[in-house]
């Protein structure tokens, strides 16, 4: 192993290749904005956070109106009217129907299933669409710092939780800062 001129090969404690950088190297372009680069970081953390709630709010709302949706054809409401109060097609109602095969009649008059899954679509319908907003402001957020230059895409990567192909393809054509 030969050493570089100015730099002496370093071993570790257990005998292996040590990096022989003497300090991280800084961008030049990031030191002056550390208080943006921040900023974003935090946003983009939250959002991350923000994202993950919301997902996990929808997956309990759509089990729970699915329930709703295989007790309401068990008690005998017919798969047009639960099609036309839950906006799932004929198909997809059957199936969520087809899939609760332990389920007793509940007694429960029309009405009280009508109202009740009417309610379940529409909180389904807001969580997804504060969903949307969270996912709308996280791509701001994305092309704000590619535009800055305040983070690269393996970094957006890492604090968003998306690949960073997926990043370069989302922004593909955005104009960035030089």
């Known amino acids: 192993m030969q ?10 404690t257990t ?19 550390t208080g943006e680069h921040n900023k974003l970081i935090h946003s983009l953390t939250a959002h991350k956070q923000l ?4 997902t996990s709010a929808i997956r309990a709302l759509t089990a729970a109106r699915n329930e709703m949706i295989a007790q309401a054809l068990e ?24 899939a ?31 969903r949307d907003q969270i996912v709308n402001q996280r791509e701001a957020l994305i092309v704000t710092a590619l535009r800055t230059q305040a983070c690269d895409e393996l970094e957006l990567a890492s ?4 690949t960073p192909d997926h990043i ?3 922004t593909r054509g955005i104009a960035r800062s030089a």
């Open 100 to 130: 609760y095969d332990d389920l007793h009649p509940s007694e429960l008059p029309r009405g009280a299933h009508v109202d009740g899954l009417r309610a379940k679509s529409e909180q389904l319908k807001a969580a997804e669409r504060h």
């Open 15 to 33: 005998g292996r290749y040590t990096y022989r950088a003497k300090a991280p190297v800084e961008r030049e372009d990031r030191t002056p904005a």
């Open 75 to 98: 008690d005998g409401l017919t798969l047009a009217t639960i099609s036309a109060l839950t906006g799932e097609n004929i198909r997809a109602v059957r199936t969520i129907g087809l």
């Open 168 to 170: 370069r393809r989302s």
């Open 51 to 54: 994202l993950s709630q919301a």
């Open 3 to 12: 050493a570089q001129p100015g730099s002496t090969p370093r071993r570790s």
């Open 159 to 162: 604090l968003t939780g998306l």
